[in-house]
């Protein structure tokens, strides 16, 4: 029992040294941006499935205060090759531009660019690799969309009003 007392202290300490420095949790007490934001993504699948993932992770606001205004390119190349010359693999890339603009008065606020990738496998039936790629779009949208959201959730002390 003495051996679990110094771990619950330093636990304790640490909790009061995070209150004390300003340390407030993002999804906190509804002063970030949870529910302010209006998401425009592009009108295609890749945009429907960032505007999604966007609303699930900083909420649909009835009233916005920001505007969010997300642009997606994605791209493909190989990225396994046989022996014999044939792609096994391919990699998926993509890169998101965003801008957060004032909704009242269309000031830029903030702005960004967010890239990444994911990969699919092209070695089973013309349908399996069709459904790979779908798939591997889908896993890049929300890889985007949850990087954007990263990046707002730090801006969220900066837009305070």
Known sequence: ???????????ILGLLA????????VYGDGTG????????????VAGYRMRV???QRLGKPSVPRYV????????????????D????????????RWTLKDSATGDQLESG??????????????TATQA??????????VILADMIADRLLILTPKLAP
Not at 116 to 121: D, E, G, I, K, R
Not at 132 to 141: C, G
């Open 1 to 11: 029992m003495s051996s679990k007392l110094p771990s619950r202290r330093l636990a």
């Open 18 to 25: 995070l209150g004390g420095c300003g340390f407030v949790p």
């Open 33 to 44: 941006l949870r529910d302010t934001i209006a998401f425009e993504t592009d009108d295609s």
């Open 53 to 55: 993932q966007l609303e």
């Open 68 to 83: 969010l205004r997300v642009t997606q390119t994605q791209g493909r190349r190989s990225a396994a090759i046989s022996d």
């Open 85 to 96: 010359g044939d792609t096994t693999r391919y990699n998926l890339t993509g890169t998101a």
């Open 113 to 126: 660019e967010v890239d990444s990738f994911t990969s699919y496998s092209a070695t089973g039936s013309t």
């Open 132 to 141: 790979a790629e779908t798939d591997a779009a889908a896993r890049l949208s």
